[in-house]
């Protein structure tokens, strides 16, 4: 069972991780079944998401970058189709995003978690509005590092938000899997997960069909499931909270197999 409890509300389930399916609201993200929009959101619901990460911009290596107004213009109808038919204690949304003004509007829409690649530091105004709200927040690290560097830059970067305001309860980490790391790297922080997991804030892990993925099992990102499902459940055996998948079916078994065999 994982429990994660945040100030305004509580993420539950009888699986030993919480499952975070992603809906790319792109036409260039770099798994191209990972894009699409409410027929996704519904598709991965129905399969037992506890979660919807929502992007409207993709982070992919060498992506284009939109504006506020076209991200908002991605993104606004799957919220509201999701919010039409399932509330928030049926399933959470989180908002893949590094803008105020694109969070503000999801917000706004029914989205309930912001999960920043920037760790809040991109747009001045996005850690203000979010300590204002009181939403969980992922912070992402970004570059080069490995596991013991990745912690200590948590432990800073989640000391300076919460003096501008966010709650400690409302953190979530993610060591930033393939953005702006070497191959070994990565590998190091999936081996070293624990080590991430010491502090108070649950672990993210978003290991889905990345480039160490490939590099470990020689596939391109077609073919990198099975993969991917080894190094997740490696992650959750060494403390990862939630898990930020593609494939969520194929997560479900294993986690569900992991349950009973713990």
Known sequence: MCQIDFSKFSLKS????????????????FYEKSRGGQQRAFQLIEEGADILDIGGESTRPGYTE???E?????ILPVIEAVRKEFSPEQIRISVDTRKASVFKAAYE????????????????????LAAKLQVPVVLMHQGPGRAEEIAAFFKSR???????????EDIIVDPGIGFGKSNEECIDIIKKTEVLCKSEYPL??????????????????????????????????????????HDLSAAIDTLNVMKYLQ
């Open 204 to 245: 993210l892990m978003a290991l889905s069909r990345k480039r160490c993925i490939g590099q470990m099992t020689g596939r391109d990102a077609e073919n990198r499931l099975f993969g991917t499902l080894a190094a997740d459940m490696i992650s959750v055996q060494k403390g990862a909270k939630i898990i930020r998948v």
């Open 109 to 128: 829409a029914g989205a309930d978690i912001l999960n920043d690649v920037s760790a809040l530091s991109d747009d001045e105004t996005i850690t203000e």
């Open 70 to 74: 076209e991200e908002i213009k991605r």
């Open 14 to 29: 009888s699986r030993p991780a919480l499952l975070m399916g992603i809906v790319n609201a792109t036409p260039d993200s």
């Open 158 to 168: 989640s000391r300076e938000v919460q003096l501008q305001g966010i709650k400690a």
């Open 66 to 68: 939109v504006d506020a």
